[in-house]
């Protein structure tokens, strides 16, 4: 099956640094990225929509200066959290969608964020 | 807006019960309607997959249901066992740009 990996799996830093976390598709090529922020027992909350070679579209209310989403190829998506602060500690996970199977989104096993 | 629910929140049972979880949500122009599990601290395992033509889907002791008409689905898990621990996540289509809706999860623990 279709393999989504995230790096690095958990980051601890201090307030004011930038985090970078990467998503890869490791057997398919994904033109379609998501990124999905969790808090603890909540949903999965969609941030950004991330396409190949364009810029990312962002949901209502997510700061697209505060998270950079970088879609550089078909098989890597970044989100950079720039300036961290203990609020944005939380569980960053990335999904991709297999071009051959548009309809199924395979997600990755998610970062764990702490932010000091 | 688009709105996901699921109910219960939390549910323990003794090993070997049969379970219903339940997951509702306000778009009546559904796409498809996907079930997940999530273990602790982990990403996403896709369960089922319903599409919006379809009524229900099985996968072993799975079953997911989908009603459009009173935009519910429904996620029975048939002789539960310890190993189904996990929470489960319902989520709808938002057609379009294949966006997924998540509810918030039910949190099942099953013991033995």
């Avoid at chain 1, 990312?56 to 098989?75: C, M, P, R």
């Amino acid at each position: 099956g279709a393999v989504v990996s995230q790096h690095p799996s958990r980051v601890i830093c201090k307030s004011g640094t930038s985090v970078k976390i990467e998503c890869r598709s490791l057997d398919f090529q994904a033109t379609t990225m998501f990124w999905y922020r969790q808090f603890p027992k909540k949903s999965l909350m969609l941030m950004a929509t991330s396409n190949e070679g364009s810029k990312a579209t962002y949901e209502q209310g997510v700061e697209k200066d505060k998270f950079l989403i970088n879609h550089a190829s078909l098989t890597l998506s970044t989100l950079t959290v720039t300036s961290a602060h203990p609020e944005d500690s939380s569980f960053y996970i990335c999904s991709a969608l297999n071009g051959s199977s548009q309809e199924t989104q395979y997600f990755g096993p998610g970062t764990r964020l702490l932010v000091l | 807006k688009q709105e996901v629910t699921q109910i219960p929140a939390a549910l323990s049972v003794p090993e070997g019960e049969n379970l219903v979880l339940n997951c509702s949500f306000t778009d009546s122009a559904i796409y498809n309607l996907q079930w997940f599990r999530q273990d602790p601290g982990k990403g996403l395992t896709s369960l089922l997959l319903i599409q919006s033509s379809q009524r229900e889907q099985t996968s072993g002791r799975l079953n997911a249901s989908l009603d459009k008409s009173s935009g519910r689905s429904t996620l029975y898990i048939a002789a539960s066992q310890p190993g189904d621990s996990a929470t489960y996540l319902c989520a709808q289509f938002s057609g379009g740009y294949n966006k997924l809706i998540f509810g918030a999860g039910t949190r099942l623990a099953v013991h033995p």
